[in-house]
């Protein structure tokens, strides 16, 4: 399924018991803990939200080098979230969804749920690295910081499975098609494997973010909150936004950091990141003054032959899309792009080591060959979350307006992309979700933070969500993605007070 560099810019039935136990302590491996049903049950699921919770060493579920590393962190603990399939059968077929916590050390406000974005990106993982990136805060002191794999990805169990590792090679140098019934037939070949290797279409009807959702208020309930606390960071801002939606009441605070603007649709999205990308490249050349690669003209005479010979790196070849990846990856934060620097200078000598890395690191590839099921994760939640053109007639208009919204970046491909039907127009199953203006009476004051510079959820998408939810903006001025405990005193302070304290900044604030 090879894209074009616009739209690739873009983890027993149980009895209800009414009483609760606590455990104090340290919790060693396989220790009970029944702390729900807490807060409002919907009805008929009872035995969800009331759930026991069996807590364990960590180790046992590592699957990937990522996981190896945050599993092991010191005092983390795991456990797995019984939670229907399909919300609408509570009594049918359930599905575990994985769960890390680190206690907190002190005297404890409440449970920090924390979703990294992606969409496909670790909870769990990411609860261990907020919890190092936190150390020398309240949070660590106040909160158990908690991560999920959302359903389908990761530890979570059954996963989204679609390609496997050879196919994700090959994929990744194969030469791009040149005709819609190519690129057509590789789309729906693409689709007819999610199906086969994650468990059958009634798995992918059930993997988006309203469902997401509803097992985070089932987690909720068994981790003994009455009211949510929640930090989600890119992708995790548009599970905020649903949760809020879905369940209004719910919420204690909540820190929503590089918004994904759920009015918009995805070409618009797609349009939007590409522009953002464009603007963070810009900056790096105008700080990069003694730099041998020292605009996007001489930039792009070096990758453009990559499409038609991609360059050896040891048993492998850096081709156009890993090289347009991999430059894309090192622009996601300033603190990378001495690694683009070099990476660079290591192309205009002819080699690729560098960029083929940074490529690995997004797409979730190990030095072992083995990849995460990020990009596949990330493929399906899409399919059902955004609506998908499957009407011939609108391809040709899209695909204009696509050229049109991209013209003159680097980003975008140099001939206008295909009016072909795209993967999701072959998804088994529909969508569950349509862009919209937010609904969220009675939610409380949530905090927004949105960067200036940022290139993948660009600034205006946190400003126009703190309006949708009525909260309070902070705008950070710098390029990167998200900055909520990424070393800005004036950013980390203020969302910090907020979630110990409910202590919002008296207006939106600017750092």
């Not at 769960?99 to 990411?126: C, D, F, Q, T």
């Not at 994929?171 to 290797?197: G, I």
């Not at 097992?215 to 309930?221: A, C, F, G, I, P």
């Not at 979730?364 to 011939?392: F, H, Q, S, W």
Request: charged share 25%.
């Amino acid at each position: 399924m090879r894209t074009s560099r616009v739209i690739v810019l873009a983890a027993a039935a149980l009895v209800v018991s009414g009483c609760t136990t606590t455990i104090t302590g340290t919790p060693t491996a396989g220790v009970s803990e029944q702390l729900g049903p807490k807060g409002p049950v919907p009805a008929g699921l009872e035995r969800f939200y009331g759930q026991p919770l069996t807590w364990r060493d960590c180790r046992s579920m590592i699957h990937d080098d990522e996981s190896k590393s945050a599993f092991t962190a010191k005092g983390a603990e795991c456990s797995l979230l019984s939670v229907p399939l399909d919300y609408a059968k509570p009594d049918g077929r359930t599905i575990a969804v994985g769960v890390l916590r680190l206690r907190a050390s002190g005297e404890k406000v409440g449970s920090l749920i924390i979703n990294p974005g992606g969409p496909g990106g670790s909870g769990m993982s990411a609860a261990s690295y907020i919890a190092g990136k936190a150390k020398k805060t309240a949070l660590v002191r106040r909160f158990d910081i908690v991560g999920f794999d959302p359903r389908g990805v990761g530890a979570s169990e059954p996963r989204i499975e679609c390609l496997d590792d050879a196919e994700m090679d090959a994929e990744r140098v194969a030469p791009s098609l040149d005709t819609v019934p190519e690129v057509e037939a590789e789309n729906k070949q693409f689709a007819d494997k999610c199906v086969q290797r994650s468990g059958g279409a009634e798995v992918l009807a059930n993997v988006g973010t309203r469902d997401v959702v509803r097992d985070m208020d089932v987690l909720r309930s068994a981790l003994g909150e009455e009211k949510l606390d929640y930090l989600g960071y890119s992708y995790g801002t548009r599970i905020g936004t649903a949760y809020a939606e879905a369940f209004p009441g719910n919420i204690r605070s909540m820190v929503l950091d590089g918004a994904v603007d759920p009015t918009e649709d995805p070409v618009r999205q797609g349009i939007n990141q590409v522009k953002g990308f464009e603007q963070a490249l810009d900056a790096y050349f105008g700080q990069c003054g003694r730099c041998k690669v020292t605009g996007k003209p001489q930039l792009e005479s070096l990758i453009r032959p990559l499409e038609d010979k991609p360059l050896r790196v040891g048993d492998r070849s850096l081709s156009l899309s890993d090289a347009s990846t991999g430059i894309a990856a090192a622009l996601y934060n300033d603190e990378y792009w001495p690694v683009l620097t070099q990476a660079l200078e290591e192309l205009a000598e002819g080699k690729g080591d560098t960029l083929l890395l940074l490529a690995d690191a997004y797409l979730g590839r190990d030095d072992k060959g083995e990849y995460t099921n990020l990009m596949a994760a990330l493929t399906a939640i899409r399919c059902v979350d955004e609506p998908r053109i499957t009407d011939r007639g609108q391809l040709a208009a899209t695909a204009q307006q696509i050229a049109e919204g991209t013209k003159g970046t680097f980003m975008a491909d140099t001939d206008p992309p295909l009016p072909a039907l795209d993967t999701c127009a072959f998804w088994p199953v529909p969508n569950t979700s349509e862009p919209h203006q937010p609904k969220v009476a009675g939610i409380p004051t949530l905090l927004v933070i949105s960067t200036t510079g940022d290139p993948a959820t660009p600034y205006e998408a946190g400003v126009n969500l703190a309006k949708d939810l009525n909260g309070r903006l902070i705008t950070y001025r710098a390029t990167q993605h998200t900055a909520f405990l990424e070393g800005s005193s004036c950013v980390d302070n203020a969302g910090v007070d907020y979630l110990v304290e409910l202590k919002l900044p008296a207006k939106d604030l600017i750092c």
